[in-house]
């Protein structure tokens, strides 16, 4: 897994001060509130040799000591953080959605990091997010188009996963009709986003949902939450799945 780069930071930076009164946070609470929204792994989340910091926090530092906001305008540093800027509202609000989305439906680390990058990649362009609805059918965005979106999209997908008029969660087994009956279980899996999904402005419904179908997940609730407690995110999936089977296994 690679390191994340500066440019991975700056978006999420912007949102957390963005959020601040005045739009100032300092450094230490910047890398507290990060962390604590990106959840960081792998090689980030390990302890410099010799220093108090993370692989992470010394990056976050690096924004500062390398005045990568100053340089695009997006924030000025002060003696113990940073302010944002007219121009660093702006992009945040840009993309307000997107990162909304990304940094509050708990996705793994490295697909968070991805993610950013494409929308860094693709500058003003459009981005609108397809969100995750549970059974009841709750969605955060108050977005049309993309509750529009993702209603569409979680249909498609209980059409796609179903056999003979049957769903079941991929992780653990269980249907909700066999269990609580046709009246009281209808309509109750859930679709998890293994990856987040985005429509690109330019991009007709079709090629998201082509796209999307190889990315999403018919699961119960339960395994749903154990999903986005742990972060467990595209790679770790099929480990996740198995290791339910053996414990089934076992029992």
């Given amino acids: 897994m690679a390191r994340i780069t500066e440019s991975q930071l700056v978006l999420p930076a912007l949102y957390l001060m963005s959020k601040r009164e005045r739009g100032f946070i300092s450094t230490s609470e910047l890398i507290e ?3 604590s929204v990106m959840h960081p792994s792998g090689i980030d989340a390990e302890i410099l040799s010799g220093r108090n910091d993370t692989y ?3 990056k976050v530092r690096n924004l500062k000591s390398h005045d990568t ?15 944002i800027t007219a121009a660093g509202v702006a992009y945040v609000n840009a993309h307000k959605e997107a990162i909304d989305y990304l940094l509050n439906d708990n996705f ?5 990091k ?3 990058e494409q ?10 997010p397809i969100e995750e609805i549970v059974s009841e059918g709750k969605i955060m965005s108050r977005n049309i188009q993309t509750r529009e979106r993702s209603s569409r999209l979680r249909e498609i997908a209980l059409e796609y996963f179903s056999r003979n008029n049957m769903i079941y969660c991929d992780c653990c087994g269980f249907n909700f009709p066999i269990y609580y009956g046709s009246s009281y279980g209808k309509d109750c899996i859930e679709i998890h986003h293994i990856k987040p999904i ?11 949902v082509d796209n999307a179908l ?8 339960n395994c749903h939450r154990v999903i986005h407690k742990n972060h467990i995110g595209s790679e770790e999936i099929e480990a996740f799945k198995n290791t339910i089977r053996q414990i089934h296994v076992k029992q």
């Fill in 214 to 221: 190889q990315n999403l997940l018919p699961v119960c609730p």
């Fill in 114 to 116: 991805s993610a950013i």
């Fill in 56 to 58: 992470f926090s010394q």
């Fill in 198 to 208: 985005f429509q690109y402005q330019g991009d007709s419904f079709k090629q998201v």
């Fill in 119 to 128: 929308i860094s990649l693709r500058g003003k362009i459009q981005i609108l």
């Fill in 33 to 35: 509130q990060l962390a």
């Fill in 108 to 112: 793994n680390y490295e697909d968070v």
């Fill in 69 to 83: 906001l100053a340089k695009q305008n997006f924030a000025n540093n002060s003696a113990d953080g940073f302010q």
